[in-house]
T-cell receptor
Framework: AQSVTQLGSHVSVSEGALVLLRCNYSSSVPPYLFWYVQYPNQGLQLLLKYTSAATLVKGINGFEAEFKKSETSFHLTKPSAHMSDAAEYFCAVRGGPYSSASKIIFGSGTRLSIRP | ETGVTQTPRHLVMGMTNKKSLKCEQH?????MYWYKQSAKKPLELMFVYNFKEQTENNSVPSRFSPECPNSSHLFLHLHTLQPEDSALYLC???????????????FGEGSWLTVV
């Protein structure tokens, strides 16, 4: 069975500082991995996804994530935080190129706060 | 605008009421989903429909009744709900085939349900 663990339910950084949101996955096969963002009173929006091509994936709004098989991690980073980045971020895992599993499994989310 | 539209955005209902949530996707996808998002809980997958056929019911109580008349529309009929059913209900869609290739799931903005 696949799963994801997001370390830290709440992360607070200063505006302009590095953002690092951690995600570790568990999967018996190479997985597909996703990061979604949820702004207040809105649904989830895809930030980026890894589908077994380049291990460093660039997404929208300056975010990127690196797939590290040896560490079973897919951490999300942004060099310089902006006030508008304040939101809930979800890591998710789904099947893989050698898997027929179709269910997407979400982590419990990390709330990102930005200090002025 | 994600291409997935949910109505109503907010709903307050009594425990004896019957109401419905509606979802429409304009993306030409063949799979649709209902998720429940409660405070401090991971996203819970409720139902999955592929080509109008229900392919997953994640042990959801019968007071929640889904309906998928076609690939573009999905309903969630609500009847004799409990206060603990108050949550954000998210509809989503994706393009699926026999071997999912990291297909993105697109979410609507959600319907906030309060049961009184």
């Amino acid at each position: 069975a696949q799963s994801v663990t997001q370390l830290g339910s709440h992360v607070s950084v200063s505006e302009g500082a590095l953002v690092l949101l951690r995600c570790n996955y568990s999967s018996s096969v190479p997985p597909y991995l996703f990061w979604y963002v949820q702004y207040p009173n809105q649904g989830l929006q895809l930030l980026l996804k890894y589908t077994s091509a380049a291990t460093l994936v660039k997404g929208i709004n300056g975010f990127e994530a690196e797939f590290k098989k040896s560490e079973t991690s897919f951490h999300l980073t942004k060099p310089s935080a902006h006030m508008s980045d304040a939101a809930e971020y979800f890591c998710a895992v789904r099947g893989g190129p050698y898997s027929s599993a179709s269910k997407i499994i979400f982590g419990s989310g990390t709330r990102l706060s930005i200090r002025p | 605008e994600t291409g997935v539209t949910q109505t109503p955005r907010h709903l307050v209902m009594g425990m004896t009421n019957k109401k419905s949530l509606k979802c429409e996707q304009h993306l030409g996808h063949n799979a649709m989903y209902w998720y429940k998002q409660s405070a401090k809980k991971p996203l819970e997958l409720m139902f999955v429909y592929n080509f109008k056929e229900q392919t997953e019911n994640n042990s959801v109580p019968s007071r929640f009744s889904p309906e998928c008349p076609n690939s573009s529309h999905l309903f969630l009929h609500l009847h004799t709900l409990q206060p603990e059913d108050s949550a954000l209900y998210l509809c989503a869609s994706s393009q699926e085939d026999l071997a999912p290739k990291g297909n993105t799931i697109y979410f609507g903005e959600g319907s906030w349900l309060t049961v009184v």
